[in-house]
């Protein structure tokens, strides 16, 4: 298990607590900062690795980052903290976006990051919980994290913990029907404090979701499931924030967010190739 | 024998899961039972009436069952993720091992009414490739009760486990094989019996007949040493490699296809280690015909007899 960075740690808590005192539109320049930060760094290693999902890895980071940053409690120098809150990301291909983001919270240290993908490096092209910390299962293939999030949501219930459970799907990933099994676990359950955010990016690996297998309506699908849905913009920080830190009342929550995959470099935007 | 005397009482296996699960809820309330829509198939009716918040029933849905599981897990409890074993191992096999082994949540996967235990149900209720597939993958152990004694013995050390498990949970009716006082770990066979003439190596439902067959062999002069594994994985590599070492030849038997399981891994150890005589009982890479599984066990050979013929074969053609 890779070990912290006790100084990134302390950088981390402080910002926390500086966010969670704004406004979302007061905290979203430094979210804004922040993504800009993550996506650099994510760049440069799937540069460096010659691997990596760029497209899907920048439609998700600014989702990632306003959850870690705005939002979840979670405490890098205690990754296992019995009382943190769980992100999972089921799109575990953009394994990149996520470890840039934890190496900027501290939960190791940045030069990690240049080991992507080689021989023997905890950075695996996808999340390894034994050895990474701040991920909390192995993800790879597709429609795996939504059961195991539905599972640690009601691990919460039957603790009657406070803490919540953040799930991150790729749209195209929700074509794998072990997802719908989970939304229904989800909202039989009534498990409020699980958020499901769907990457709505429009694209996979081979063309528009559209064109592959038709996802829309999607919100309509959530919702006859039994889940309260939002939809919100992805890249918009404060739209992100205001949307997660109010809390689900009785059903599950989805929030389907509109991303661009590529999002921020022109040239890659909203491509498939 | 006075254990051969006690064979005709047999026992099924799932009221001593059902109890032992129970006992430990009580004793540490993070245990928590999760099924497919199987209260009943699954033994956890009583469970359910003593703990229904800690019954999780996610419907028919294992990939689902298993992933929750782990997600129960990461959140601090002990799940029993009971399912039938081919639904269970099968349908979820990518969850058993991104999920549950990979991940090295402590989920205890309980296959019930495994081998050909479904017998009429047909080859799609049949369990047998399980011990094939489960061992294929890593850092699970892989545990195989032979009678109520056993089944009990595995839940409580899977309770306590602090890593992920699968449990075979026998249907088909067993007579009592563990002697008293026998310890129960990871990698260690039990010696049922001592012979330094062949060795019937055995696991779950096959062990009380190659008691049997050892019987019968040592009353024709045979000295048959019976091994009965409890942890096809992992194996216990000194007993069988003592038995390949001291004994003309080992017999292998299991409830199982034998493409990948106690045979091939007793074969993969010998081979490479200390090479000798091999009869390896099993399931062919075969559909079953119809029938129970009495009918079914006796069509696939997996009988005292056959075990006890496949021992003589050995006596006949191996040289010492």
Known sequence: ?273 | MSRQTQADVLHDCREAFADTLIALAREDERIVAVCNDSVGSSNLTKFKAEFPDRLINVGIAEQDLVGVAAGLANGGLIPFASAAAPFLTGRALEQVKADVAYSQARVVLCGQSPGLAYGALGPTHHSIEDLSWLRAVADLPVVVPADPTQTAQAVRWAAANPGPSYLRVPRFPVPDVTPPGSPFQPGRALRLTDGNDVTLIATGTMVSRALRAADSLRKEGIGARVINVVFVEPLDTTAVLEAAAQTRGIVTAEEATTTGGLGAAVASLTAQHRPTHLRILGVPRSFAPTGSATFLLEHFGLTAGHIAAAAHDIMTHATV
């Open chain 1, 1 to 273: 298990m890779l070990p912290a960075d006790p100084a990134q740690a302390r950088r981390f808590h402080d910002v926390r607590a500086r966010l969670a005192g704004l406004s979302p539109a007061e905290a979203a320049p430094t979210l804004r900062e922040m993504a800009q930060r993550v996506r650099h760094d994510d760049l440069r290693m799937v540069y460096r690795a010659g691997l990596g999902h760029l497209g899907g890895d920048f439609s998700v980071t600014d989702i990632l980052v306003t959850l870690y940053a705005g939002v979840l409690n979670v405490d890098p120098m205690h990754p296992l903290s019995a009382e943190r809150d769980r992100l999972v990301l089921s799109k575990g291909h953009t394994a990149g976006a996520l470890y840039a983001t934890l190496a900027h919270c501290g939960f190791f240290a940045r030069r990690e990051l240049e080991t992507f993908a080689a021989p023997e490096s905890a950075l695996n092209g996808h999340p390894n919980r034994t050895k990474v910390p701040g991920v909390e299962t192995n993800t790879g293939p597709l429609g795996h994290g939504f059961p195991v999030a539905a599972g640690i949501a009601l691990s919460a219930r039957l603790q009657a913990s406070p803490r919540r459970t953040f799930v991150v799907l790729g749209d195209g990933e929700l074509q794998e029907g072990s997802n719908w099994e989970a939304a229904m676990t989800a909202a039989h359950y009534g498990l409020s404090s699980l958020f499901a955010i769907v990457d709505r990016n429009g694209l996979q690996q081979g063309a528009r979701t559209e064109e592959t297998s038709h996802l829309e309506p999607l919100a309509a699908k959530w919702t006859s499931f039994g889940w309260e849905v939002r939809e919100v913009d992805g890249h918009d920080h404060a739209q992100l924030l205001s949307t997660f830190r109010q809390p689900g009342t009785t059903r599950p929550v989805c929030v389907i967010a509109h991303t661009v995959k590529g999002k921020g470099v022109s040239f890659m935007e909203d491509r498939v190739e």
